[in-house]
Structures are given as C-alpha cells and as structure tokens.
Nanobody
Framework: QVQLVESGGGLVQAGGSLRLSCAAS????????MGWFRQAPGKEREFVTG???????YYADSVKGRFTISRDNTKNTVYLQMNSLKPEDTAVYYC?????????????????WGQGTQVTVSS
C-alpha cells in the first residue's frame, strides 16, 4: 500500500502561485496513476487533475491553463504547479493514487489518499 504525504500549501494572494508536492512511500509510483483533488468547506471533493503512468494528463475545466501536474518517478513524487490562483481555488488539496491506467475523475477511482494540505487564496 502506498502512503502519500502532501506539502507546499499556504496562504497566497490572488494571481500568485504555489507548488504542491506529494511524496509517496511504500511502493514506486511509476506504475500508478496519480491525481489531485480538492475540497472546499461545505462542498464535495472534486477532481482537479490527474496523470497516468504514460504521463498523459487530465485537467478540470476550472484549472486548465493555470495548473500543471507532473511526476518525478526517481523521487517518487508528484507535483502540482498552480499559477494565477483565484479565491475560488481555496480548498484542502489531496493527493491520490490509483492502480488503474485510465484516470477516473471521481474519488472512488483512487485507493490511496494523503492527509491533505490547505491552500488559501486571498482576494
């Protein structure tokens, strides 16, 4: 079972940038699809982006052109670069792993989760 630990969250002004990291342990991520989800207060957890082990990426429409997911299998780490942040991006961001090749954009498509990291964007 893979363990995931997110880092890099924080408080940033609108228009700013943050880079989240998700460090994996317990197994290599080279044959895992990885994803980022977010959950704002009072809302359901929603898909943000995913990358399969062929490095094909998928993005929610709300973050296309602003967020970039990447992976470094040598470091067993996945990254989320977030640019042009907006107040509506404020949420707890979760890293997730899936053994399925095809990215599923719902939480039940992922079997392992990190504890989450808070991202707050001020206006």
């Amino acid at each position: 079972q893979v363990q995931l630990v997110e880092s890099g969250g924080g408080l940033v002004q609108a228009g700013g940038s943050l880079r989240l990291s998700c460090a994996a342990s317990g197994r290599t991520i080279s044959r895992l699809s990885m994803g980022w989800f977010r959950q704002a207060p009072g809302k359901e957890r929603e898909f943000v982006t995913g990358i399969n082990w062929s490095d094909t990426t998928y993005y929610a429409d709300s973050v296309k052109g602003r967020f970039t997911i990447s992976r470094d299998n040598t470091k067993n780490t996945v990254y989320l670069q977030m640019n042009s942040l907006k107040p509506e991006d404020t949420a707890v961001y979760y890293c997730a792993a899936s053994s399925m090749f095809n990215i599923v954009v719902t939480p039940n498509g992922f079997g392992a989760w990190g504890q989450g990291t808070q991202v707050t964007v001020s206006s």
